[in-house]
């Protein structure tokens, strides 16, 4: 690939390796819904967990961009293994990376980088979309926050040890606003107060559990408070710029998915043979793939622009983000679906890969921020100005341009 430099080839070359045995493991992962711990061990061995983790806490300090090539790689081989090596650059670490105390980075970095992949706990049954709406508490005991509330699809739950809870903060009655509270399972013992309740069944990606998680008096060091610049006032936002490298590699999974599958597309094409010669030749095939490729190559610039636009100690840039988003959930979904056609029968099949990527590729319109949510996002910021969602929002703007005045 052009324009890397020869640590990034190098690093990319790493990743194929890995890729081959994730490859090889998929459909066991898909058919028997287990997370793939051996594949977990099988990057860690090859450090490709906690790429972004800075030399201060033991990682090799790599940027967005190259957790990006890393991520692709895998997910265009096993799509479960590319959302492990998201959570483990990405979401919560990237947010305790920026913004933790050094105890807290300590004991992140440390988790990571022994094979951990942390899970954000954002959204609820109530407040999915609207995720400011969450009513989980964190209310003030002393030197102790005691939180209480529901987060589902918490992607991990039940696997991951480290916890990134997004929290309504209390004290003294008042609503501080929204905060991070850190949480760590201990192997498979759950800390009192925090309940795996059920595991979610998902329509794909299906050795990645997704979970109910309740929290009932589950007690929360004020030191494992995760405290971004401008406290709990500015808690919300700031963990969503923190949040927005997640995006990019949600964004990354889906191009991989997209890019496995036109890749089989591509092969298949040229091996099938109908009304004696390859299928390839049929112009209808011929311009889907054409099709296919222009679209993973756009979706490609803008997950790439997007993880490139990280600052040194910053996270990726909030509308490219979106955008890349976006452009690679639709992306996943059309060409998946149209490798899936070029395959005929044998892509319907469950003897080959195409209808679990078909079905590993819908989420991404919904997780992390739904196609429509984004697309609001996007005219927000090229547009300049906020479009409030709920239906009092216009008024309150305007009463409170009329207070300033
Ligand atoms: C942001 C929304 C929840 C809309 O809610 P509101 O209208 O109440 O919020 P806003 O006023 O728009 O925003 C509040 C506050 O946050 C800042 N903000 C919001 N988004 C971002 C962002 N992307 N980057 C940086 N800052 C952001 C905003 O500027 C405000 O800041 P100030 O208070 O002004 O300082 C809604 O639009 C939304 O994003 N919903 C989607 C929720 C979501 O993405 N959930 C993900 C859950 S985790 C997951 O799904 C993992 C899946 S995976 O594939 O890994
Ligand atoms: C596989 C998977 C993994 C996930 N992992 C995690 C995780 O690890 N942590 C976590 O916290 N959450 C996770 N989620 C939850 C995910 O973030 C939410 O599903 C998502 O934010 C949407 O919320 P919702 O499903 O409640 O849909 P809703 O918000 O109820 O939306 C339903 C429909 O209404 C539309 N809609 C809602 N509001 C608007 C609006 N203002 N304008 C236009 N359309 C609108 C939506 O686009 C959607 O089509 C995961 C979800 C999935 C499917």
């Known amino acids: 690939m052009h324009g890397l430099t020869e640590d990034q080839a190098r690093l990319l070359g790493r990743a194929r390796e890995v890729a081959q045995e994730a490859a090889a493991q998929a459909a066991t992962t898909d058919r028997t819904e287990q997370y793939p711990w051996p594949m977990v061990r099988r990057m860690q061995e090859a450090g490709l967990m906690g790429l972004t983790i800075p030399r201060d806490q033991g990682g090799p300090g790599l940027s967005y961009f190259d957790a990006v090539l890393v991520i692709e790689e895998l997910s265009a081989a096993c799509s479960v293994c590319g959302r492990i090596a998201v959570e483990s650059n990405m979401g919560a670490l990237g947010a305790v990376m920026a913004y933790g105390t050094p105890e807290q980075r300590r004991i992140a970095a440390g988790l990571v980088l022994a094979g951990d992949k942390p899970a954000i706990c954002i959204t609820e049954p109530e407040a999915g979309s609207a995720a400011t709406e969450m009513t989980t508490r964190a209310v003030r005991r002393g030197d102790e926050w005691v939180v209480d509330g529901v987060k589902h699809w918490i992607t991990g739950g039940g696997v991951s040890r480290l916890h990134l809870i997004f929290a309504r903060a209390f004290e003294d009655g008042r609503d501080l606003g929204i905060g991070g509270f850190l949480v760590v399972r201990e192997g498979e013992r759950d800390p009192p107060g925090l309940v795996i309740h059920r595991r979610i069944p998902s329509m794909g990606l299906k050795g990645m559990p997704e979970a109910e998680i309740r929290?009932?008096?589950?007690?929360?060091?004020?030191?494992?408070?995760?405290?971004?610049?401008?406290?709990?006032?500015?808690?919300?936002?700031?963990?969503?710029?923190?949040?927005?490298?997640?995006?990019?590699?949600?964004?990354?999974?889906?191009?991989?998915?997209?890019?496995?599958?036109?890749?089989?597309?591509?092969?298949?094409?040229?091996?099938?043979?109908?009304?004696?010669?390859?299928?390839?030749?049929?112009?209808?095939?011929?311009?889907?793939?054409?099709?296919?490729?222009?679209?993973?190559?756009?979706?490609?610039?803008?997950?790439?622009?997007?993880?490139?636009?990280?600052?040194?100690?910053?996270?990726?840039?909030?509308?490219?983000?979106?955008?890349?988003?976006?452009?690679?959930?639709?992306?996943?979904?059309?060409?998946?679906?149209?490798?899936?056609?070029?395959?005929?029968?044998?892509?319907?099949?469950?003897?080959?890969?195409?209808?679990?990527?078909?079905?590993?590729?819908?989420?991404?319109?919904?997780?992390?921020?739904?196609?429509?949510?984004?697309?609001?996002?996007?005219?927000?910021?090229?547009?300049?100005?906020?479009?409030?969602?709920?239906?009092?929002?216009?008024?309150?703007?305007?009463?409170?341009?009329?207070?300033?005045?």
């Open 215 to 405: 929290f009932e008096g589950l007690v929360v060091p004020d030191a494992m408070v995760l405290r971004p610049p401008g406290g709990f006032a500015r808690g919300f936002g700031r963990l969503m710029d923190a949040y927005n490298g997640q995006r990019v590699g949600a964004a990354t999974v889906a191009l991989g998915i997209a890019a496995g599958a036109y890749g089989h597309a591509l092969d298949y094409a040229q091996r099938r043979r109908q009304f004696g010669r390859p299928i390839a030749e049929f112009q209808g095939l011929g311009w889907m793939l054409a099709d296919m490729s222009i679209k993973l190559e756009a979706a490609r610039a803008l997950v790439w622009r997007a993880a490139r636009s990280a600052g040194p100690a910053g996270f990726p840039d909030r509308l490219a983000a979106a955008q890349a988003k976006v452009l690679a959930a639709d992306t996943a979904i059309e060409v998946t679906n149209a490798a899936l056609q070029i395959w005929g029968a044998a892509g319907y099949s469950r003897e080959n890969p195409l209808e679990r990527m078909v079905r590993d590729a819908r989420m991404f319109a919904i997780a992390g921020g739904t196609a429509q949510v984004l697309r609001t996002q996007v005219a927000e910021q090229i547009l300049g100005r906020k479009l409030p969602q709920t239906r009092d929002g216009f008024l309150r703007l305007e009463a409170a341009r009329l207070a300033a005045d």
